[in-house]
């Protein structure tokens, strides 16, 4: 499980790559499950199997590409927990940008595949630049049981202007 990279053309698995494994399994919260079949494994489960995968593989930086899609809320805040947990650099792409304010330490606002802006959540998730962005009215401010950053959004006429920012 992700231990190719380290191995000659036939070489097999021994018990050095079996301890990796089995450490990143740990590291996952799925020991219990390493015997079953990928297929049999719930969205979150599939997930973190992915994340120990990539672990087995020893990286010094993980990529994942919405590794949320598709999973209820709670297997979302719990594989985000894992990975901001792992103390690995990561590079994530997120659409839900409540969940990238509240995981990520540092953002960049794409538009038609151009970095628009960067920088911490505070100062590239603000109004003007959502909508700039993705044509959107947008509440920015902290969460009243958090304090973290909180979105909400609005339809573009939501706040009575008259005007659209449709592009």
């Known amino acids: ?22 450490e990143a399994l740990r590291r996952v919260n799925l020991s219990a499950l390493a015997s079953r079949h990928f297929n049999t494994l719930s969205g979150g489960e599939k997930q973190r199997a992915l994340v120990a995968r990539a672990l087995a593989q020893e990286p010094k930086l993980l990529v994942l590409d919405e590794p949320t899609n598709h999973l209820d809320i709670r297997y979302q805040l719990e594989i985000l927990t894992l ?64 304090g973290q950053l909180h979105l909400v959004f609005m339809a573009p006429d939501a706040l009575g202007t008259g005007r659209s920012v449709a592009k």
């Open 1 to 22: 499980m992700g231990r190719t990279p380290h191995k000659g053309l036939l070489e097999a698995d021994n018990q050095h790559d079996t301890q990796i494994v089995q």
């Open 83 to 146: 990975v901001r947990g792992l103390g690995i650099t990561t590079l994530v792409t997120l659409h839900d940008l409540n969940l990238a304010a509240t995981y990520c330490q540092r953002l960049y606002l794409l538009a038609e595949g151009r970095i628009v802006t960067a920088g911490p959540p505070e100062t590239v998730l603000t109004s003007a630049w959502l909508r700039a962005v993705f044509g959107v009215e947008a509440y920015c401010g902290a969460h009243p049981v958090t």
